[in-house]
């Protein structure tokens, strides 16, 4: 009975850690996304102050709707997840209440058998009536161990007393959290229903200008074009010169150290979404119209910097279009901050990782639209971004 108990008691508290831990990890899901929402929120209303519909504002609803849904996802796992706790916790309360039960009924049986009750009645007479000097050593013995058996007994139900109490507390708690969850969910559907119906709109209106936003985008895909064209002729330059001499130790150490961070390395913006990944894929209103983008574009809040994503030197500033580029060399890796309206370095420069490069410049012309343009190389090649860069 002792080994069942407590083989029962690590059962619970094991399970009782596991669910613990996977339902905090939900929440804490919950917490990032809602966070991501929060922040698309604030570069919507920093678009401009009209109800006309534009391809940034498109962008954001889009990515808030993403978010809603990732998040609406998210709750549904947590309060299916709580479901099955609360069964479970409900299931345990309900062995230990049996346990409860069969122990208070070993435990009167006990007190009910011929010598517990004599004992019970009169131990010094128990002890007067023994017959010889031997009999009284066994008694006295068999009253400590007739004491002892009574507290072990009396000590498992409270034990389990304590245990059925635990279990209350909890699910009073899981039924709180469900309650919160189911509520939040409710929230999240509504706001997800009346942006879709605002992305459908937006959309209708977008098609409507249709002619004036395909001049646009070629004039920007044009920009892009030029930008690209200047900075893979400086990374290709650099990346020969370098060829020709043997990587320091210190360069050496620093391209090990970059590559060692793949898919570890920080943002190179503090807050923001990937607004335009890496290669061929269609526009979000057009669908008839390919972009290709030699990097990936990252949109933020406005007033926000660029920072270097791993240690380095920079080794080109240039402006170009009205805005600036930076390029920084780790070894014979090097990644590009493009779209800067004030730089914090200069050619030369020794930077760390997470160093301010610069201001993002707001486009007045995308309403009023943040976003760094990144890329990483390896000596003449452009790789993906998004695989360097952490979760």
């Not at 007067?128 to 002892?148: G, K, N, P, T, W």
């Not at 900075?231 to 150290?257: C, D, Y």
């Not at 201001?359 to 943040?370: A, F, L």
């Amino acid at each position: 009975m002792k080994r069942l108990l407590l083989y029962c008691l690590l059962c619970l508290i094991v399970c009782n850690i596991y669910a613990a831990d996977n339902v905090k990890t939900l929440q804490n899901q919950q917490r990032e996304l809602k966070q991501q929402i929060e922040q698309t929120n604030k570069m919507l209303q920093q678009t401009k102050k009209n109800e006309s519909a534009t391809v940034t504002k498109l962008q954001l609803l889009n990515e808030n709707i993403a978010n809603q849904k990732k998040l609406i996802s998210n709750l549904d796992k947590e309060i299916s997840t709580l479901d099955t706790e609360m069964a479970g916790l409900n299931r345990r309360k309900d062995t230990l209440e049996r346990d409860l039960a069969a122990l208070k009924a070993d435990y009167a049986k006990m007190v009910r058998e011929s010598h517990y009750a004599q004992l019970q009645q009169s131990p010094l007479l128990f002890l007067l009536s023994s017959e010889s000097f031997q009999q009284l050593v066994r008694r006295i013995r068999y009253m400590q161990q007739f004491a002892q058996l009574r507290r072990q007994q009396v000590a498992r139900i409270e034990g389990v007393k304590t245990e059925i109490e635990h279990q209350d507390k909890q699910l009073r708690a899981h039924k709180n959290d469900k309650q919160k969850a189911l509520k939040s969910q409710k929230r999240e559907q509504e706001t997800l229903a009346r942006d879709e119906r605002k992305q459908q709109q937006m959309l209708k209106d977008l098609k409507k200008q249709e002619k004036d936003l395909l001049a646009k985008l070629k004039k920007q895909q044009k920009k892009a074009d030029e930008l690209n064209k200047k900075i893979t002729a400086l990374i290709e330059k650099q990346a020969q010169q370098q060829s020709k001499t043997a990587l320091t130790k210190e360069q050496q150490l620093v391209a090990g150290g970059f590559e060692q961070n793949k898919g570890k390395l920080p943002w190179p913006v503090e807050k923001g979404f990937i607004s335009g990944t890496f290669g061929k894929h269609q526009h979000p209103v057009y669908k008839d119209v390919t972009v290709d983008n030699k990097g990936i574009y990252l949109q933020t809040t406005a007033g926000a910097s660029a920072r270097a994503v791993f240690e380095g030197e920079v080794t080109s500033c240039f402006l170009m279009s009205g805005s600036y580029a930076v390029i920084v060399a780790h070894g014979n890796y090097r990644s590009v901050y493009a779209g800067l309206s004030r730089l914090n370095v200069k050619q030369g420069d020794k930077v760390t990782a997470k160093q301010k490069i610069g201001t993002i410049y707001s486009d007045p012309e995308q309403d009023n639209k943040t976003e760094l343009f990144f890329q990483v190389w390896k000596d003449k090649t452009i790789l993906n971004p998004s695989n360097w860069l952490a979760n």
